[in-house]
């Protein structure tokens, strides 16, 4: 089982967060202070720590990530934060941050970015994906299925390439666009959806098996097995 | 009249007059003397001249001789009604000459002393000279008529000057009433707002400073009103716009608790509650968002970035959208060539992809929305054109509005916000928003400086 640590100091949040995390199967340790939260994350062994940005007493979330980091810490760290603007996530990432995700939030985004988070070492990249009969060369920038080309372009290639490599795992529609185009805004309107269905339509309209797809309300699921839905 | 400490007009026109006075009296001085006291030099030359030539013609000549030649001179009715001789015999005494008195007198030196001239007292301009026949040669002159001029041009310098001072003080008035008068426009508006009158303007008259620092008063009230109207128009909006989704959330939540429904039906209407909760949380980020542009403070966050890069990351993000819709997205130049400029990368992606998401939102389908970023000159260009319907001109200046929305658009999702958020983005960067209706479409540029 996966232990994340969970430092946040308003308890509903913090009481909200640990439920939702051990319903996915996660253990949840909450810390309500950052000095304790840096004890407790440099005596355990955490896979993740999820770190609210704003703590009360001398130590603050950018301190405590500043204190892991001096002392050789790389659990990953995902950043908690009411400020939201361009320049706190920068800020957040630099001090090093894995993820900033700006309050408020849904449940399901941070699910989605802790299982992210837990994954990254295993998607090292090898040279070739295969997913069922869904197979793509990043070197060669071709996507066959059953044997059969697919003609992608290129962005569309690199959303498929990102859903493969995170394959069995949720991801939401800011996850896609920070990642395969690397922009970080809402763009408040279905457009990553759109892309998606197009893409769907490419990979998936000719075959019985639906490789990719919806979890409402949250994103997207990449799986050669229909369980997940 | 005039209080100097609280006048500026009083200090301007005390300075002026007095600047204006000392010119006056510079220029009589120099007048004065340049007459008056070249005459005087004229006379003084010629009196030391007379003397010197009697010196030398009768200076070692026995006395009578020269009083001989002296009572020629006055009586050969040449300046005979000014000139002054007198010789002095050693001891002092009268030998010849026209003064019944005189005063002592220092040889060689040209002086002005009072004499008894034919019975008249007068003031002369004397010059005693010892000859060698030890007797007192006095020369000298009558100055009655100089004094006379002197006075004369004295008055008339008086007189200049009294018209000079009377010219000044009405033009002192004059200035004074000018400057109280147009302050007082002035005043009298700003008092008519500060009751509460914000739509009063300055009366323009003229383009004179006055007429310019109130057409400057009166833009500077434009923009002021304008704010306040959008303060205002943002309250109703608010109050709409959250009030509405704010009692539909309760309203749900409150019949669901009270309908003791099964679980379905909570979950529903949690769901439902949820869903209205994001919407209001978005409004309220974009205010946020808008008020954060607006304030200005982003701008640590600048960085170096390719405009030409972001069109045609947009693009990208928005091909499916434009396909699904049946309309022609494309980014010009076909080739990429870099737009290096400054700025915050996300908010000027978020701001084009508002624009390309307007542009193909309100095209219809068959229709194109085409895409470019230039440097042009000393500014950069994102520009994205599209052949739809527009917005009706009237309704150009008021779409950057918060919550403003053309009519014909209210039926479509949206809530508002979008072309604030471009215009505060655009703003931010030192920039603007530019629309424009154009011959086959619409045309929405972000314009920034490099």
């Known amino acids: ?21 051990q319903r996915a199967e996660y253990e949840a340790v909450p810390c309500h202070n950052g000095l304790d939260g840096v004890r407790l994350a440099l005596e355990g062994h955490w896979d993740i720590v999820i770190l609210d940005r704003m703590l009360p007493g001398q130590m603050d979330g950018l301190s405590v990530l500043a204190r892991l980091r001096a002392n050789n810490d790389h659990t990953p760290v995902l950043i908690l934060s009411a400020l939201g603007s361009t320049d706190e996530r920068v800020r957040g ?5 894995d993820d900033y995700l700006s309050k408020p939030f849904a449940l399901d985004e941070l699910l989605a970015r802790v299982e992210a988070l837990l994954r990254r070492p295993l998607t090292a990249s090898s040279p070739v994906l295969q997913v069922a009969d869904l197979v793509l060369d990043t070197r060669h ?9 697919i003609a992608l372009q290129p962005r569309e290639f690199r959303l498929l390439e990102y859903l493969m490599r995170h394959a069995g795992q949720v991801v939401t529609r800011t996850m896609l666009l920070e990642s395969v185009w690397d922009y970080h805004f809402d763009p408040q309107t279905n457009v990553i959806d759109v892309q998606m269905s197009r893409l769907r339509t490419k990979v998936d309209k000719d075959f019985s098996l639906a490789l990719i797809q919806t979890v409402r ?12 839905v | 009249m005039f209080d100097f400490r609280h006048s500026i007009a009083a200090r301007l026109v005390l300075a002026y007059g007095l600047l204006v006075s000392i010119s006056v009296a510079a220029v009589s001085a120099v007048f004065y003397f340049g007459t008056i006291g070249v005459l005087q030099q004229n006379i003084d030359a010629k009196i030391v001249e007379i003397s010197r030539r009697e010196m030398l013609a009768y200076g070692d000549q026995p006395i009578p001789l020269l009083a001989q030649e002296i009572t020629r001179q006055l009586n050969d009715s040449v300046d005979s009604d000014t000139e002054i001789f007198l010789l002095l015999s050693p001891s002092g005494q009268r030998i010849a000459g026209n003064l019944d008195s005189w005063p002592t007198l220092v040889a060689g030196r040209l002086l002005t002393r009072q004499v008894t001239r034919n019975g008249k007292v007068v003031l002369a301009r004397v010059y005693a000279r010892w000859l060698n026949n030890h007797s007192l040669l006095i020369v000298g002159r009558d100055l009655d008529e100089e004094m006379l001029m002197g006075q004369l041009v004295a008055r008339a310098l008086a007189i200049g000057a009294l018209i000079a001072f009377l010219l000044i003080a009405s033009g002192a008035m004059l200035l004074r009433q000018q400057i109280e008068r147009r302050i007082g426009e002035i005043r009298h508006t700003v008092m008519e707002i500060e009751a509460g009158d914000l739509s009063q303007r300055i009366p323009v008259s003229g383009t004179d400073e006055f007429g310019r620092l109130n057409t400057d008063i009166n833009r500077m009230l434009d923009r002021i009103e304008q704010l306040m109207e959008g303060v205002r128009h943002v309250s109703n909006a608010i109050a709409h716009d959250l009030r509405t ?25 949690a769901n439902a509650a949820i869903q209205d909760i994001d919407d209001l949380m978005l409004v309220f980020e974009k205010l946020l968002q808008i008020a954060e542009a607006e304030s200005g403070v982003r701008s640590t966050s600048f960085e170096s970035v390719d405009l030409d890069r972001i069109a045609r990351d947009m693009v990208e993000l928005y091909d499916a959208e434009a396909e699904a819709r049946g309309i022609a997205l494309r980014v010009f130049p076909v080739q990429s060539h870099a737009v290096p400029g400054l700025g915050d990368r996300n908010l000027l992606a978020n701001a084009l992809a508002s624009l390309i998401d307007n542009a193909i939102k309100y095209n219809q389908s068959g229709g194109w929305v085409e895409v470019r970023a230039l440097s042009a000159g000393h500014e950069l260009r994102l520009e994205v054109r599209d052949n739809g319907a527009g917005i009706p001109q009237a309704e150009l200046p008021k779409v950057t509005t918060r919550f403003y929305r053309v009519d014909q658009s209210r039926n479509l999702p949206g809530n508002g916000l979008g072309l604030s958020i471009v215009s505060a983005i655009a ?3 030192g920039g603007q928003l530019v629309l424009s209706n154009t011959d086959n479409g619409f045309m929405a540029v972000i314009v920034l400086p490099v």
């Open chain 1, 1 to 21: 089982m996966k232990r994340c640590l969970v430092i946040e100091d308003e308890l509903n949040a913090s009481q909200f967060i640990c439920q939702a995390l």
């Open chain 1, 93 to 97: 990432l630099r001090s090093g941050g």
């Open chain 1, 141 to 149: 920038q071709r996507v066959t299925r059953a044997g059969q080309t």
């Open chain 1, 217 to 228: 309300g949250v994103g997207y699921l990449f799986s050669a097995s229909d369980q997940h």
């Open chain 2, 245 to 269: 989704p704010l009692s539909r959330i309760r309203t749900r939540l409150e019949a669901a608790v009270r309908a003791e429904m099964e679980v379905e039906g909570f979950c529903f209407a």
């Open chain 2, 427 to 429: 703003s931010l960067h």
